[in-house]
């Protein structure tokens, strides 16, 4: 039998950006992007509506801090999982992933494609998806 599609919300305010996550979530059928906006308001309406099991955001929005936006989705029921994209996942966006208790952390780079895919079936299966050089950050995370 076959599993229900991974319900997932894009928040990303680059086209660019969001066209190659849309297409990268569009290719498997085990995740459906159920809505992709541009800015942390719109994110929060959306996610509201449509209650997605994982919200995938961008750390630098135009619109609302990123720690106000977890902080309002985490009031929600179900509460989603959340993968934060970007460009470099230093020692800031570290203690905020830890903060926050992030599910995932995926770079934007040329690898979005497979990363993404890889992270939401880590989080499909329960675990957390986190970059190599973050060793320690949970014992059931898988190294990107």
């Given at each position: 039998?076959?599993?229900?599609?991974?319900?997932?919300?894009?928040?990303?305010?680059?086209?660019?950006?969001?066209e190659?996550v849309?297409?990268?979530?569009?290719?498997?059928?085990?995740?459906r992007?159920?809505?992709?906006?541009?800015?942390?308001?719109?994110?929060?309406?959306?996610?509201?509506?449509?209650?997605?099991?994982?919200?995938?955001?961008?750390?630098?929005?135009p619109?609302?801090?990123?720690?106000?936006?977890?902080g309002?989705?985490?009031?929600?029921?179900?509460?989603?999982?959340?993968?934060?994209?970007?460009?470099?996942?230093?020692?800031?966006?570290?203690?905020?992933?830890?903060?926050?208790?992030?599910?995932?952390?995926?770079?934007?780079?040329t690898?979005v494609?497979?990363?993404?895919?890889a992270?939401?079936?880590?989080?499909?299966?329960?675990?957390?998806?986190l970059?190599?050089?973050?060793?320690?950050?949970?014992?059931?995370?898988?190294?990107?």
């Amino acid at each position: 039998m076959r599993e229900n599609p991974l319900n997932v919300l894009l928040i990303e305010p680059h086209t660019w950006w969001r066209e190659i996550v849309a297409t990268s979530i569009a290719r498997w059928p085990e995740y459906r992007l159920v809505s992709a906006v541009a800015s942390g308001m719109e994110g929060i309406e959306r996610a509201m509506a449509l209650q997605p099991a994982v919200v995938v955001f961008d750390f630098h929005l135009p619109d609302l801090d990123t720690a106000d936006l977890v902080g309002a989705l985490q009031t929600l029921a179900p509460v989603p999982r959340f993968v934060l994209l970007t460009a470099e996942p230093d020692e800031a966006i570290h203690r905020f992933a830890d903060q926050f208790g992030l599910a995932g952390v995926v770079r934007k780079n040329t690898r979005v494609p497979e990363h993404l895919p890889a992270a939401l079936g880590e989080i499909r299966a329960g675990r957390s998806y986190l970059p190599n050089e973050w060793q320690g950050a949970l014992a059931t995370s898988h190294r990107a």
